[in-house]
Structures are given as structure tokens and as C-alpha cells.
């Protein structure tokens, strides 16, 4: 890691929306404005809470909390299962937002964005201005009951810092005078990055504040971390460590089989499922892949894991015929109990022209079939975004239609 740039203040502007599952679902549904809520992947006891309202936090109802511990807490809390889909089209629509301010942003996750501020930005008016714009501009045209926390900082780490500090709906700004002053205001675990496990081993050498992390010099917080000592020695300060785009590699989905799908024809069900979300993903990222993964686990027997590399595709109906290509080699024991896909080795769409003219498809099929076979996996992908993932699929998907349902993702949104 080189480091030459000395830290400035108003290089970045975080933003990350507040509640968001949930102030979404009060959004769409009124009569759950200033109700204790919480939405979970799964409705019963054993479902964790993945975003709870302004009034479930009031009654210490956190993300993380288990649906049978919240009830414990409040018995009247309204548990909503997750709906994906709705919560993407907002994200889309929060992201449109951002683009007609800058261009210079990137998507962290479905409800967090970090933006770049430009030359002209880069002083408090304006990037106060600019924070504030975006967020009423969200407020406005995308749903009134939406809030979201901003925060301005030197660099990226700063900026998500000072928008933690004052939630909801706050816009903070840290600039580098006044950084004692602002870790003299937190604790360690306040800290993003820093979780119970590493603030043992500050404490271990004597470090029980962020004052005294940011007090520490740098061969000290070498020993201690190693590496990471001088990643947290530069962050705390100001530098940009964090400034990185991590390429996709891999598409892929997998699921754990309900028991009735614990049968040779329900897993092969359950693939094509998958295949078929993941093609999706695939177009719409804008890749081909040159290799395809399966992995299949059983609970008679020993796990199945293969991949090959493949001639660039990105249509469902190639994939298909990869993916059951490969399974003639699988042997089928009783009770397989988990089914896994991806597709790899990706390369830009764009980059791939018609210098393939020639080439020749998988199992025979010309250029003309993978053409015909790419333009209607569009269509159907046109149909799903008009009405709903899923709304059109393969016959051959039917009976898993309703096993493997999105799921929130963790980090940037891939669907």
C-alpha cells in the first residue's frame, strides 16, 4: 500500500438510509407508521430481524435481534417477511437520485452509497449543500417517510463515522482539527471495522479508547496488528486506505433443499432455479462467463463439486446445458441436502463482439440458436422487471418456483 496524498477535509460524503427495510414497508403501508416493526427472512422464532423501525429500536429491538426475543421484549411487534424485490426498487430509485447530483459515487450496499467529492465540493458549504440536497430530494420524490444519515468527512471511513453519529436523519461533518475531539466522543466497538474480538487485543496492550488507538504511534500498532496497524494507523488520521472497487468474480446462488425437495428430481428442480436467477444476474451486470460450478451435497454420501470452462455465455438456456453436462458425472445418493451454482471467469459483455460469428455453441448449436437463446432470455428478464422477479420463468422451473426466494444481499446489490 503506497500512501502519498496527504488527508484533506470534504473528500467524502456517505450516505446510508435509515431503517431502510422497514421505513420502506411504513412507506408502502401508512396504517405501520408508528408501529414497532421489524422484517425477517423468516416469520417464526427462529427468524433474525434484519432492519427494525424507529419505534422497535426505542424498545431496544435491534437488527440481529431473534423474532422469538423480540416478541419477548414487545409482544405486539409486527413481524413483516422480507420482500427483495420491493426493497430494490427503491434502492434504484435512491440511486437515481444520486446520479442527478454526481456521477462520482459507488453503490456499498441496497441502502448505502459513498460519494467522491469533486474540486468544487470540497468545502463546507457545498458539500453541506450537496448532503442536504440528497436528501430531500429523496424525501420528495421517492417516499416521504424515507430518512437517511449523511456524513462528510477526509476520507471514506470518516465520512461513514460521522454519519452513524448522529441518527436518523442527521448530517454530520468531521474535518481533521477536529478529530481528538471526536474520538474522545466514542467508544472502541463504535468504531467501524472494530468488533468485540479486536478490542480484546487492544485492551491486551493497553488500548481501551479510540483516543488512545488514535494516540498510538505506528511501529506500536504494527506490533499489535501487523499490517492492519498501519492501515488503522493511516485511516484514523484522515488517509484514503479504503478508496477500492472489488472486481465481481463470480455469480452464483445456493440453497439448502426443503425436505421435499431432498430427491434427485426435486435438487435437478432446485438447480434450474438457480440457473435461471443467476443467468439472470448475469445480463443484467453486463458479463458473460466463461466457466460454470455445481456442487451438490447429500447426507448419504460424499459432497459432489465440479466446474469447467465454457465458451462465453450469458444466456439461461446455455447455462442449462453446462451445469447438466457436468452432473452426468455426478453419482446420486439418498437425501441431497444442498444444492450450490456460480458462474465464473466473467468478462464484460461489451467486450465480446461478433468476432464469435464463427464459433460454434455448446453441443452444436450455431451462433444463430445462442442469439435466439439470448434475445429470449431478455424478454423474459423485460417481463420479470415490469412484474416481479419470477412473474415469468421455464417451464422446467415450476415446481421449485417458490423454493430458493431472493434474499437481502450482504454488500453491493447483484440483482
Known sequence: ????????????????????????????????????????????????????????????????????????????????????????????EIKKVIENFTPHFQVLSVDEFIINLISREQNRQAAIKLGQGIKDKIKSDVGDFLTCSVGIGPNRFLAKMAGERRKPDGLTVVQLSQLENFYHQ?????????????????????????????????????????HLGRLWWYRLRGYEVDDYF??????????????????????????RKLIYKTASRLRADGFLAAGVFVAISFYDGPTFKKGKRVSP???????INYVFE???????????????????NLTSAKNIQLCLRQARAPF????????KSRKISEAMDKIDDQFGVGFIHPASVFPARDSAPDRIPFGQPRY
Open 364 to 371: 452444436g448449436a450455431i451462433l444463430p440458436e445462442i442469439e
Open 313 to 319: 455465455f450469458s444466456d439461461t438456456r446455455s447455462f
Open 1 to 92: 500500500m503506497s500512501i502519498s496524498k496527504p488527508p484533506k477535509d470534504f473528500q467524502a460524503l456517505f450516505l446510508d438510509m435509515n431503517s431502510f427495510f422497514a421505513l420502506v414497508e411504513q412507506q408502502v403501508q401508512p396504517t405501520l407508521r408508528g408501529v414497532p416493526l421489524g422484517v425477517a427472512p423468516y416469520t417464526g422464532g427462529s427468524g433474525c430481524i434484519i432492519a427494525a423501525s424507529r419505534e422497535a429500536k426505542n424498545l431496544g429491538i435491534k437488527t440481529g435481534t431473534l423474532v422469538r426475543d423480540a416478541k419477548r421484549i414487545y409482544r405486539q411487534i409486527k413481524i413483516i417477511e422480507a420482500r427483495p424485490a420491493l426493497y430494490m426498487i427503491y434502492h434504484k
Open 246 to 271: 472489488s472486481a465481481t468474480k463470480t455469480v452464483g446462488h445456493s440453497h439448502v433443499l426443503a425436505p421435499e425437495f431432498r430427491n434427485r428430481g426435486g435438487a435437478e428442480a432446485v438447480i
Open 186 to 226: 466514542i467508544k472502541l466497538l463504535d468504531i467501524c471495522g472494530i468488533n468485540h474480538r479486536l478490542e480484546f487485543c487492544l485492551n491486551k496492550f493497553g488500548i481501551n479508547s479510540p483516543l488512545d488507538l488514535f494516540h498510538a504511534d505506528l511501529p506500536r500498532l504494527r506490533l499489535i496488528l501487523n
Open 326 to 344: 457436468i452432473l452426468k458425472s455426478c453419482r446420486w445418493y439418498d437425501k441431497p441436502s444442498y444444492v450450490s451454482i456460480a458462474a465464473f
